[in-house]
């Protein structure tokens, strides 16, 4: 019985949450403005004012790149998909 228990932690630890990246409370008033970020129709010149509070937006896009970390075990789980004894 004893050989067994490793085993069974290291598989519950495949199980484990990843580690949250949140690490503070969100604020609205601490704003970040990415140089690259923005398409290039936006600017100044076609600046039209405030809107409604009211206002909806027909659509969103937010992209965001994956860490070198977070793309290697992306990695890892597709091809542990494709793979019948994983």
Do not use: C
């Amino acid at each position: 019985m004893r050989r067994l228990a490793p085993l069974v932690l290291l598989s519950l630890s495949a199980f484990a949450a990843p580690p949250d990246r949140i690490t503070r409370p969100v604020d609205n008033r601490r704003v970040v403005s990415i140089g690259t970020s923005r398409h290039r129709l936006a600017q100044p010149r076609y600046d039209q004012g405030a809107v409604p509070p009211g206002f909806a937006m027909d659509h969103m896009m937010l992209l965001v790149k994956p860490s070198a970390a977070q793309q290697s075990e992306l990695n890892r789980l597709l091809a542990d998909q494709q793979n019948p004894s994983s």
